[in-house]
Structure formats: structure tokens, C-alpha cells
């Protein structure tokens, strides 16, 4: 297994490769004089050519590229003009908001997602199999910034059942001691049920939010998945054979159809990940999103950078992530190759 | 043995399928019955009705068919308008039925020993504790060398020729009295047919076990069967001892298919064609005798007048107006 | 069957498809005409009348600055639908190029394009399209640009699988042998025969194409204002959502929503159309 788990690291170092250069590319490929953005609009003459040195901008390219990786490889992001912090320290701080509020959107949207394309497929031409359908088809047009704004509009102003998208926690409750700093899983940690619950509703109409995103093609692969696998030879067999219902459902093709939608993730990932920035505004999400979007406001770019480099390491390591789980649960890739 | 109730009896079955292009009429007035310990075989082309007809009588009908007169008494059961539960408690216990391309046929990412161990669980009082070593026995039964080994084997893992004995394994797991065996060597290369024959005929044998050989190669079912059902565009034209089909086939299609098949005395040169090819079974205004069009011998009585059953006590039993 | 025949099947079978149609022509007819058609000046701020709810003067109310909301979301259409219509074709243009040679030719070129493309798709998309809109510079041509290049990689991967399928076939084959060039091979008889699978990919790219222009001028990217555009006036609307005033957010959205629609119908529609066996 761990020589699958290295073969797969292995397969990634060259788009780790194309990332590190894209990034390297878009920071020198600034209209007008790169040290002159990374030193602000306020700096003198001297803190531009301070940075120029720094940079090593006056060096060839390829020089310019052996410098930005030694950097990247001692951590070394860059510094942010508007809070004078690495970004590197920003973005490890802001990181576990982002994280939480991503991976509670995807588990909310495959906790709905995938038993309604079970369900839709299994009683085709039902009601429920016309929902998921028209829930697909409307679900991969929304765009995520304006059902957030929905959601708040319903929820908060409305109904007044969410509280102000004001962020992680509501002014009056404390963080609880920083674990793992997904605020859900400290609080439990700490057994302080009532961050707990604060926590959980100030997440519950921007994780939403995500994952109704996500659920559509969740759904629609779900269902795709599972029409094909119970029409298959092998749940024919199992019905010949008498296996219960559930036995021929769940066991049988339930589990062959969710070997793409494992697939599919990685790619809701990525569209994930691009929503996440929005979900982030909409909601003033402290996460590395909002971080961005303020740093593009102030026209400081170094944050700008160190926020696609690492959203773009992010990405490849939950694929990676991804694509070592599929191989443990279908035993036929291993003996392919 | 004589008096005996046949272990499966059908009568009079129609099958239709609602398709997007209109309704086919798959399967109309099918009546046979097949005895205990009897290896019987149906033949026919490919789209004459045969594999229908059994996932008919096994329940396993796609969503789009339905079953629209008829019945297919199997143990005093009417499989055809039995329950969910009913089916199940029959199905892979007293009926089994095995597939082509057994590979496909089997959960690819699911151990074989597992899928025998479902079939055992749910058929049979085995402790769970027994469970493997009963798997275990099965696939010794068909034949399987080192099945303790193989016992953990995906079936991506084994060849055609294992798979469909791991598929036999299954279908005899729980001593049906009936086994369907639907086209259980094509794709298979020859002697892994003969193989699989062989095990079929020697295990039915053994457990008293009847048999329905769905092939449509004649040559195979005239060596493996004792009588032959001969099916052309959903109707059962003609049921004779093997032998007796052979030396003297009373329907012309019959004839036909036993002048295109190799066997025996036959040359390869003195093979002939069947000439024409299925007619269009979604028309409503099929003839009462689907083959007249393809048939020489055919009149004006063939296209007007139902079909006759013209039976012997020899036990062969012919449909049509003009036999041989 | 012929095509016609073929496509009113098609029609008659999901009336959505006809309603997608005619959203489509609803859409480039305000494209095309909504500027001239508009009751109010789009710029036109009249602090006076500011945030008010819709009434029969203003169908939609007005915004923050008094303007109408209705002209502005019309006239906004020809902006949105023009950027996503320049950076489809940019894409398609290039990506379709690209992918054309690569499976064409097959060897270096092939794999030199896999690497661009799954350097492309190894960002998640929409950060990649801000990563270059901010080192490019705010404008639209740089949206334009950025979009293109994030859908780039749909295109190559399309037309490079389908040449590759259609690159040893009979009628290739006998244009190699009547002494056409590659260039000519590639460009008459085979990229007219991989327009079908590549219209489904243009339509439903438009409606993602949108999505991200409407989602980089929300967070202050593009399009600056006072320019209409769907996506700036969600942004511009979304601080007065809490406060109730929901028109100003609610009317853009609901058209970005339903153009995107529009295309993901029309792109289903032609892939009824083409090939249904495609369909999930």
C-alpha cells in the first residue's frame, strides 16, 4: 500500500512543478515595475530598490526562479503592506476557518446528495427522480455568491432563525483553546457546548451555501452511477441468486456506483475551492478568501500570490488525498498496473 | 418418477416490452414443461425470446417488460404473479439461474468467497462461523483447484473459464432443483465449453437436479440434452427428445437450424444458411406464424389461422400448419 | 432522420429545451437592443429616489445612487453576455487549435499540451482566473483573457480526443493520400467533424464562462463601476440585503441566474440533439 501512497507523491511533483512556475510567472509578470507593486504606493525610492535587491530583480529570470523556490522552501511568502505580517504566519492562521467551512459544505452536500441519487435511481420516473433531476440541472447554475445572499436575506433578515453573517463567532463567545483550530472539534474537545452551538450556527448558512454548490454534481453523478450499476450483469446476478433488497442495493451496487463519485469529488473540489472566495466575502469569513480579497482591494499583491500558491497546494493534495482513497476501496487498480 | 409433477410447468406465457419506438411482443403463448433430473434445452436465435423467457420465469424481467398472460409454475408456485418476498425465498435456493460472460456477471470489487458466503447466508441456516468453510466446499464441488487460496480471489483474478464455475458454484450453492444455464459457454474458447458442459451435466447427475440449457448453438444442445425446445421470434415452434429432433425435426425452421449446424456426418460444404432474418416484433399485425415469412412451405392458411399443436406420444409436439 | 425532424423531437420530448431557446433569443435581443430600448439612462444617479422598492415607475426600484435598476440590468446584458461570448470564443479559438495538433500529430506535441493543460487544471479555476486578473492588471480585456485561459484546458481535451478517434478514418486517410497537407487535413476534414461534441462544450461552457465573470467583478475585479454588470451589482446590493432592501441584489442575480440557465438547457438540449447516448 505505502508503495502506492509514494508512487502517487511522485506522480504529483511535476504538477507541483507547474504550479510553483505559474505562480513564479504571474508575481514577474506584473505590468510596469514588479518591485514598485511588492513595495506598495506609499515607499520611497530607496524601500523599491531595497526590494528590487531582495527580490533579486535586476537577475535573469531563471536566477529570479532558483531565488523564488529557495523562498518558498524556507516558507518565505512575502511580507503584507497592509498588516506588515508575513503572509506565510496570515495565511497558517486563516487557514483552519477556510478548511472548516469547506469541508462541512462538502459533507453537508454528500449527506444529501449522495441518497438522493440513490433514491432518484432506484425509483425511476418518481417524483423524487424529477427533483434530483431538476435539482441538478438548476443546482450547477447558481451562482454562489447570490445564494449566499439569498440565504441571508431568508434566514437572517426574514426569519431571524441565523444569526449575523458576521464571521466565525459571535462577538459575545470566545474561541475555545486552539487544537486543531476547526472551531467545531475544539469546542467538543473542550466540552464547551455553547461555542459549540455558536460555532455551528455562525457556519450553518455559509456551509450551505458551498454545498449546495457541490450537491448538484454530486447528485447527478450519484444517480448516473447508480442507473448504471443496477442495470449491470453482476446486480442481475444477485437478484437470480435472491439477495435481499438491501443486500442487492447496498452491498451490491451501491458500492460499485460510488467509485466515481469518489472521482467526481476532486472535481467539486476545485470549483469548491474558487467558491470558497465568495462564500467568504458574502459571509466575512476570517479565512485565507477574504484575506485575498482585501489584499487585492489595497492593491497588495504578495498576499494575492501566496493565496493561489497555496489554494493551488491545497488542491493537489486533497486530489491526492482523493486518489489514494479510491485505490484502497477498488482492489482492480493495483493489479492493472 | 412416472406421474411425478414436472418441476416446472408454463403455460401459455406473453411477454411484452414498452420501448421508446413502440411495444414488442418478445414472447407470446409459450407453454413446456420440464421434469425433475431433465436436461431440456431451448434454441433459437439471437432476439428469439429465450433469455426473456427465463428471466421471466426468475423475476428478473427488466423495468420495461412485463409479463402479459400465462403462467410458470415452479414448486406450486405461480412465479409469474408471486411476490417480492416469494421470488426471493425461490430464487438461488430451489431456482438458479447462471449468465453469459461470467465475468461481468460477477461483483468485480468483491471477493468470490464473499458473494458465495451472501448466497449461503441468505439461503441457509450455516453459522456465520461455518460460513467459509461451507464456501469453501462449493468451490472444491466445481472443481476449482486450491480453493482455499482462491476463496480471497477477485474475479478479475480468475479466468472466463473459473469465473463461470465460480458462477455454477453459486447457482448450486443452496441444491436447486432447477438450474437455468442461459448461453453458459459463449465467450468461452472450446475445451473450457466442454469443461463447463461436462460439469454441468455431472452435477446435475449427482443432485437429481434438472437443467434448461439456453444455447443457440444446436450442436451443443443435441449433446448435452434429452429434449430440445426449439423458439423462433418469440414462439416455441417445436419440442422434441433430442434424437428424434435431429433424425426427423417436423418444423421447417427446425429443419433449417439442423442443416446449419456442424455435426457429426454434416460437411462444412453441405452446411446451409437460414435464409431471412427475424421479423419486426414491434408490429401490431404480426401473423399468426412469425416464420411464414422466411418459410417455404408457407400458405394462405399460415397468415390467417391461429397455429395448431400437433403433439405425439413419442413427446414431440410441433406448431404449424404444414409439418414435416 | 433529418435534422430538423430531429431537433423538433428533441423540442416536443423537453418543452425546457424550447423555453432555453427562447430565453436565448430574449437574451441577445437585449444584448442587442436593450440600450436603446431602456426607460432610464443606466448612469443616470438621482440621489432623491435612492433605494427605493419597485414600483410603477422604477419596475425593479433603484439602487443605492437612484438609478433604475431595470435599464441597468438590461443594458448590463450586453457586457456579461459579451465577455463570456469573447472569452468562449478566445478559448475555443486556441484551446481547439491546441488540441486539434496534439492529437493530430500525437508525440512531443501531445505531451507538451497535456502538461500546459493539467498545469491549468491542477489550480482550482476561479483562483487561478484572480491570480491572473491581478497580475495582469483590473481591466476587462484582462477578465476576458483569464477566463479564456481557464477553460482552455475543456476545449484541448475535446478536440484532442476526438481528432485522435477520427485520425486514422477512411477519409483521412485518402486526403493524406491525395497529397493534402496536414494543416488542410486538419482544418477541412477533420475539425468540421468535431464541431458537434465541441457546440455542446461551447454551450455549456458560456453559462460557467458567465458565472465567472459575474463572480470576479463581485469581489472588485473587472469591471469597475459605475459600469452595469450583473455580478457588480450583487456586490452593490449585497450590503443592503441585510438591511431588507433586497431588490438591489435580487434582480441581478436572478438574471445572471437565468442566462446561466439559459445556456446549461441550451448546451443539454444540443447534446440531445447530437448525441444522446452522452446524456446522464
Known amino acids: 500500500m505505502w508503495k502506492l501512497v509514494i508512487r502517487r507523491l511522485l506522480d504529483a511533483v511535476p504538477s507541483v512543478i507547474g504550479v510553483v512556475i505559474v505562480t513564479f510567472l504571474l508575481t514577474r509578470a506584473l505590468p510596469g515595475d514588479p ?69 462541512l459544505g462538502v459533507v453537508l452536500a454528500a449527506l444529501i446528495a449522495i441518497p438522493l441519487g440513490v433514491l432518484a435511481a432506484s425509483r425511476p420516473n418518481s417524483w423524487i427522480d424529477h427533483a434530483c433531476r431538476a435539482l441538478t440541472t438548476a443546482g450547477v447554475s447558481l451562482p454562489t455568491f447570490f445564494t449566499g445572499l439569498l440565504l441571508v436575506y431568508v434566514f437572517y433578515y426574514l426569519l431571524g432563525w441565523a444569526p449575523s453573517p458576521l464571521g466565525r463567532l459571535d462577538p459575545f463567545t470566545t474561541p475555545p483553546p486552539g487544537i486543531t483550530h476547526f472551531y467545531l472539534i475544539d469546542s467538543l474537545l473542550a466540552r464547551d457546548l455553547r461555542t459549540f452551538w455558536a460555532a455551528l450556527t455562525q457556519l450553518a448558512l455559509p456551509a450551505i451555501t458551498l454545498g449546495l454548490f457541490a450537491l448538484a454534481p454530486l447528485a447527478r453523478m450519484t444517480r448516473a452511477s447508480m442507473l448504471g450499476t443496477l442495470s449491470s450483469d453482476f446486480v442481475r446476478t444477485a437478484r437470480a441468486s435472491g439477495l435481499s433488497r438491501f443486500t442487492v442495493t447496498y452491498t451490491y451496487a451501491f458500492r460499485n456506483a460510488l467509485l466515481p463519485v469518489v472521482t467526481t469529488l476532486g472535481m467539486v473540489f476545485s470549483f469548491l475551492l474558487g467558491s470558497n472566495i465568495l462564500v467568504e466575502k458574502v459571509f466575512a469569513w476570517p479565512g485565507i478568501g477574504s484575506f485575498a480579497i482585501e489584499a487585492l482591494v489595497a492593491s497588495d499583491y504578495a498576499p494575492v500570490q501566496g493565496f493561489v500558491l497555496t489554494m493551488a497546494l491545497l488542491y493537489l493534495a486533497l486530489n491526492l488525498l482523493i486518489d489514494i482513497f479510491y485505490n484502497l476501496i477498488d482492489p482492480r487498480i493495483g493489479f492493472a498496473t | 418418477m412416472e406421474g411425478a409433477a414436472p418441476v416446472l410447468e408454463v403455460e401459455n406465457l406473453g411477454i411484452e416490452f414498452r420501448t421508446r419506438s413502440g411495444v414488442v411482443h418478445a414472447v407470446e403463448n409459450a407453454s413446456f414443461s420440464v421434469e425433475k433430473g431433465e436436461t431440456v434445452g431451448i434454441v433459437g436465435e439471437s432476439g428469439s425470446g429465450k433469455s426473456v423467457l427465463s428471466y421471466a420465469i426468475l423475476g428478473i424481467l427488466d423495468a420495461a417488460g412485463r409479463v402479459t398472460s400465462g403462467r410458470a409454475v415452479f414448486g406450486g408456485l405461480d412465479m409469474v404473479r408471486a411476490s417480492a418476498d416469494e421470488l426471493d425465498a425461490v430464487r438461488g435456493r430451489e431456482l438458479s439461474m447462471i449468465f453469459q460472460n461470467p465475468r461481468s456477471a460477477l461483483n468485480p470489487i468483491r471477493r468470490i468467497g464473499q458473494q458465495l458466503e451472501d448466497v449461503l447466508a441468505r439461503h441457509t441456516t450455516t453459522l456465520h462461523a461455518d460460513l467459509r468453510q461451507r464456501a469453501i466446499e462449493c468451490l472444491a464441488q466445481v472443481h476449482i483447484p486450491d480453493p482455499e487460496r482462491r476463496y480471497a480471489a477477485y474475479p478479475f ?136 415469412a422466411r418459410c417455404e412451405r408457407r400458405s394462405e392458411v399460415c397468415e390467417r389461422l391461429p397455429l395448431p399443436h400437433h403433439a405425439r406420444a413419442t413427446g414431440s409436439n410441433v406448431w404449424c400448419h404444414h409439418p414435416l | ?91 475555443f479559438a486556441i484551446g481547439s487549435a491546441v488540441g486539434c495538433m496534439a492529437g493530430y500529430y500525437g508525440g512531443g506535441a501531445d505531451r507538451i499540451m497535456t502538461r500546459i493543460v493539467d498545469t491549468i487544471m491542477a489550480f482550482p479555476l476561479f483562483v487561478l482566473a484572480m491570480g491572473i486578473v491581478a497580475a495582469l492588471g483590473n481591466t476587462v480585456a484582462n477578465i476576458v483573457l483569464a477566463t479564456a485561459i481557464i477553460n482552455l484546458p475543456f476545449y484541448a481535451r475535446v478536440a484532442r480526443a476526438e481528432v485522435n478517434v477520427r485520425r486514422e478514418a477512411g477519409y483521412v486517410e485518402a486526403a493524406r493520400l491525395s497529397g493534402n497537407s496536414n494543416v488542410r487535413i486538419i482544418m477541412l476534414h477533420l475539425f468540421p467533424n468535431i464541431m458537434p461534441p465541441m457546440m455542446v462544450q461551447i454551450s455549456l461552457n458560456m453559462g460557467w464562462a458567465i458565472l465567472n465573470a459575474a463572480g470576479l467583478s463581485f469581489i472588485g475585479l473587472g469591471v469597475r463601476p459605475p459600469a452595469p454588470e450583473w455580478g457588480i451589482m450583487v456586490a452593490e446590493g449585497a450590503s443592503y440585503i441585510i438591511s431588507g432592501e433586497w431588490w438591489v441584489a435580487l434582480f441581478p442575480g436572478a438574471a445572471l441566474m437565468l442566462a446561466v440557465f439559459c445556456f446549461n438547457l441550451l448546451g443539454d438540449g444540443l447534446r440531445d440533439l447530437i448525441d444522446p447516448r452522452m446524456r446522464t
Open chain 1, 35 to 103: 518591485a514598485a507593486y511588492f513595495a506598495g504606493p506609499a515607499a520611497s525610492q530607496q524601500a523599491v530598490e531595497e526590494i528590487r535587491a531582495k527580490l533579486g530583480l535586476n537577475r535573469s529570470l531563471p536566477e529570479q526562479f532558483v531565488l523564488y523556490v529557495r523562498d518558498l522552501a524556507r516558507g518565505d511568502l512575502g511580507v503584507s503592506l497592509s498588516t506588515g505580517q508575513p503572509v506565510a504566519n496570515e495565511i497558517v492562521a486563516r487557514l483552519p476557518a477556510s478548511l472548516e467551512l469547506t469541508l
Open chain 2, 157 to 292: 483474478e480468475l479466468s472466463g473459464g473459473m469465473c463461470q464455475r465460480v458462477m455454477i458454484a453459486l447457482a448450486l450453492a443452496c441444491n436447486p432443483a432447477l438450474l437455468i444455464a442461459d448461453e453458459p459457454t459463449t465467450g468461452l474458447d472450446v475445451t473450457m465449453q466442454a469443461a463447463v458442459m461436462d460439469l454441468i451435466g455431472e452435477l446435475s447427475q449427482s443432485r437429481h437436479m434438472a437443467t434448461i440449457l439456453i444455447t443457440h448453438d444446436l450442436g451443443l444442445a443435441a449433446e448435452y440434452c434429452g429434449r430440445i425446445i426449439v423458439m423462433h421470434a418469440g414462439h416455441i415452434v417445436e419440442s422434441a427428445p433430442a434424437a428424434d429432433l435431429f433424425r426427423a425435426p417436423r418444423h421447417p425452421y427446425t429443419r433449417k437450424l439442423v442443416l446449419a449446424s456442424p455435426h457429426g456426418r454434416v460437411r462444412i460444404d453441405e452446411l446451409e444458411s437460414v435464409p431471412g432474418g427475424l421479423p419486426d416484433l414491434r408490429r401490431a399485425d404480426l401473423p399468426p406464424c412469425r416464420f411464414s
Open chain 3, 1 to 91: 432522420m433529418s435534422t430538423l425532424a430531429h431537433a423538433r423531437y428533441v423540442m416536443s420530448e423537453n418543452p425546457l429545451t424550447l423555453a432555453a431557446f427562447v430565453l436565448f433569443f430574449l437574451l441577445v435581443a437585449c444584448a442587442l437592443f436593450g440600450p436603446s430600448l431602456v426607460p432610464y439612462d443606466p448612469l443616470a444617479t438621482d440621489v432623491a429616489a435612492a433605494l427605493q422598492p419597485p414600483s410603477r415607475a422604477h419596475w425593479m426600484g433603484t439602487d443605492s445612487l437612484g438609478r433604475d435598476i431595470l435599464s441597468r440590468i438590461v443594458v448590463a446584458t450586453r457586457l456579461d453576455i459579451g465577455i463570456a461570448v469573447s472569452a468562449v470564443a478566445l478559448s
